[in-house]
């Protein structure tokens, strides 16, 4: 009998005390600090397993008569046991393992256990043994499993049931991306449809391009959550059902005219779902790759129109500084006018003096006379002083 629970670090931390508990209530008080365990419970194997985000929880009786499929094998130890299992239990199975040569009393019986309609039989190991299940719950809870042995060998017989149960636990390992999928795809549509009608406006710059960046952002987020949130359960669901198809294969199952086999089960349920939640990602993966090529195209159209703004901002800053340039040079004639207007005016007070002192000196003619000489003057002294300011 084994049980699979979900579990995360709080509900970890809970198992392996429940399970501490569950040995000293019957005497045994190794240790459960790490992940593996096996005991002895009475005339029961226990083995309890502590996996990334499930514990696995295994009985095992070695009763060779009055084999059934049920818990009553077990007596009141499972009972106690699961009455406050920690975790969520996404599965619970009972596995008989008989032989071919059993009395025919004792293998119809269990046989019995099955739902006809359902049934599942196939030969596994090359034909050395026989498995038998309808993959239902039954009334106690447990799904069942019946392995008739054809003439295994050595360690082939526990091999094979590891197998088996390692098959069903990956397999609804990987199940449970599906509800994921399905909870969120409503919003993933949608999310695309919001993507689509921005991706027109920006093809027909229907609409202002910061109102397009601020939608395609809060829609990159929204995104990005949704990734976030599935992501994990999504890669998990990949991983498990890879490690489902790695022990069907491992199997070496061989079909039983008129049933239907554990590979044909597992296809119907698994293959399904499994390639639900990799449509669901490859969705994601793809709208985050078309808002990153939107985005990227509105940037583009945003950041040239940017540059055209700049570009004709330099212009007109161009035009002003030639204006600046003209005027400025405009002001350096009149400039020109004006200092040689004064140092003019200075001479003729020197002239003046000097008539005084010779009378015969024409003072007037001379600061007529002194008028080109001194406007060349200054202009020769405006240009160097101009060289000089624009090599520095």
């Known amino acids: 009998m084994q049980v699979l629970t979900l579990v ?9 005390a429940h399970v501490q508990a569950l040995c000293e209530r019957h005497g045994t008080g190794a240790s459960t600090a790490g992940k593996y365990f096996v005991c ?11 996996h990334t985000e499930v514990a696995n929880y295994t009985f095992i009786c070695h009763e060779n008569s009055d084999i059934t499929l049920g818990v009553e094998p077990f007596g009141n130890c499972a009972r106690e046991w699961m009455e406050d299992l920690p975790g969520r239990i996404i599965r619970a199975t009972q ?15 269990i046989r019995a256990s099955f739902s006809a309609q359902d049934v599942v039989v196939c030969d596994v190991v090359e034909g050395r043994a026989r498995v038998w299940s309808d993959f239902r719950l039954h009334d106690d809870g447990f799904g069942r499993l019946l392995v008739v042995d054809k003439g295994l060998q050595g360690c082939e ?67 990005a ?31 039983v005219p ?21 449509s669901f990602s490859q969705r994601l993966e793809d709208m985050s790759q078309r808002v990153a090529w939107t985005s990227s195209l509105l940037r583009t159209r945003v950041d040239t129109a940017l540059a055209k703004q700049n570009r004709d901002l330099l212009d007109s800053m161009n035009r002003r500084t030639h204006a600046q340039l003209r005027l400025q040079q405009t002001v350096e004639g009149l400039s020109v006018v004006a200092i040689s207007y004064y140092l003019v005016g200075l001479l003729g007070h020197l002239f003046k003096a000097v008539a005084r002192a010779a009378p015969g000196f024409q003072y007037e003619v001379a600061a007529g006379w002194s008028v080109p000489f001194v406007a060349a003057l200054v202009m020769l002294v405006m240009r160097r002083v101009r060289k000089n300011f624009h090599a520095d």
């Open 157 to 223: 017989a526990a091999q094979l049931v590891q197998r088996l149960q390692e098959l069903g636990n990956y397999r609804n390992m990987a199940l449970l991306g599906l509800p994921v999928a399905q909870r969120l795809t409503p919003h993933v549509t949608e999310l695309e449809k919001r993507l689509a009608v921005l991706t027109a406006d920006v093809a027909e710059r229907m609409s202002q391009d910061d109102r397009l960046l601020d939608e395609l952002g809060s829609l990159s987020a929204q995104l």
């Open 258 to 278: 008129g049933h239907q086999t554990l590979a044909d089960f597992t296809e119907r349920r698994l293959t399904p779902a499994a390639r639900t939640c990799a």
């Open 8 to 16: 995360g670090e709080q509900a970890a931390e809970e198992s392996r």
């Open 225 to 255: 959550q949704l990734m976030a949130e599935s992501q994990y359960r999504m890669s998990a669901t990949r991983a498990y059902a890879q490690l489902s198809s790695d022990r069907l294969q491992s199997l070496k199952i061989v079909a």
């Open 95 to 109: 596995i008989a393992l008989v032989s071919e040569n059993a009395p025919a009393e004792t293998a119809d019986a």
């Open 40 to 50: 002895k419970l009475g005339s029961l194997d226990f083995v309890w397993e502590q």
